[in-house]
Every structure is written in structure tokens, then in C-alpha cells.
């Protein structure tokens, strides 16, 4: 069975200090697709990225960045320069190819204080 | 592009009483997947709907049902409530929903509390 952790609970950095997000997942496919939301106060879940299980290149969009390592089943998440917006809950999810049950880990409440 | 809309936005009902919470998908979306979240569960998938169909089912108990209207439009209806039924109830679309490559877009949900 599928299964997504996120041992970090919370994670509390000062204003531009760089964090990063752990995801570890267990899946028995071998094709299967791992993301990452955002979930900001308002309660809505904002997509960050999808990465296939066939792709294992490193993404950098701007201040976030991924890196996907099938060997150690993980997909962590590094915000650089760390901003007061980007206080939220994270969640690492994991969906396989055979059906669309998307399985969201616990998350990571990230505080970044001024 | 209007995003996903959830109707209504916060509902309080009593132990018993059933609820039905409903979804507005982003145009030409045809998958709707609705999800719990809860502090002690987390975010745990409940069905998915595509084409009116249901697809696929989480682990959840026959209380908790739905369906997809020919617009894509979709209701979740919980009968009977219980107290560990207080939640967010997260409505997402997307566009095929063929496979979970299909970005999902999220509503901003609905808050249910049971008393």
C-alpha cells in the first residue's frame, strides 16, 4: 500500500534562512507520481509540483526547489531565502498509476518569522 | 477561469442529522475528488467521480456518499453524523482525471462542525 511520511510537524526559521521540507514514500509501483501543496491559512491547497516516477531530475522554480532520489524513496522540498509568505502547511502526496487515490502525508507546518 | 467553488463555506449540524456539501468544478473538468481532512487523520481521500461515475473509493463508511451530476457538478452527502465527522471537506477537479498526472485544483472547502 502506498504510503507518504513527513516526520517533520513543525519547522519554525527566521526570515531568509534556507529549510527544507522531508517527504519519504512506500509504493509497490513502479510507476507513480509525488507532489507537492500548499495549504496557506485560507484553508485552500495550492499545487507546487509534480514529478513522475520515471523522472528524477532536480526542479528549481525561483526560490523553491526539489530533489527526488528513487533510492532512498524521497522528494524533499527546499525553500531558499525563506519569506514570511511562505508560512503555511506543506503536504507531500503520492498517487500511483493504477488509480487516482492521491496519499497525502501529515504535513509540515513551516513558520517563518520576521 | 473561475477556480473550484464550494458551497457552503461552514456548516454546523447536530449528531444525527445528514449534510450535503456541494462542489462546482472548473470548466470542462470532468473529475471531482473529494477529501477529509481532520488534525488527528490528516487529509484521507474519499471518491473520486469522473463522467458521473463513481471511480474510485477510500476507506470510509457507507455514510458517506456522493454523486456527479451531467454538468460535473458534484454533492457529497454524509448521513447519520457523528462528532469525529467535524472537518474540512476539500472538493478537487481536474481536467481528465484519467490518471493522476492530471493536476488536481482544490476548493477551499467546507468546514462541517457536528455537535
Redesign the interface.
Known sequence: AQKVTQAQTEISVVEKEDVTLDCVYETRDTTY?LFW?KQPP??????LI?R?SFDEQNEISGRYSWNFQKSTSSFNFTITASQVVDSAVY?C?L???R?????????TRLTVKP | KAGVTQTPRYLIKTRGQQVTLSCSPISGHRSVSWYQQTPGQGLQFLFEYFSETQRNKGNFPGRFSGRQFSNSRSEMNVSTLELGDSALYLCASSLAGASPYNEQFFGPGTRLTVL
Open positions: 507520481y501543496y485560507s484553508g485552500e491547497l495550492v499545487f509534480r513522475n503536504f502526496a498517487s500511483e498509476a488509480n487516482n487515490d492521491m496519499r497525502f502525508g501529515a504535513g
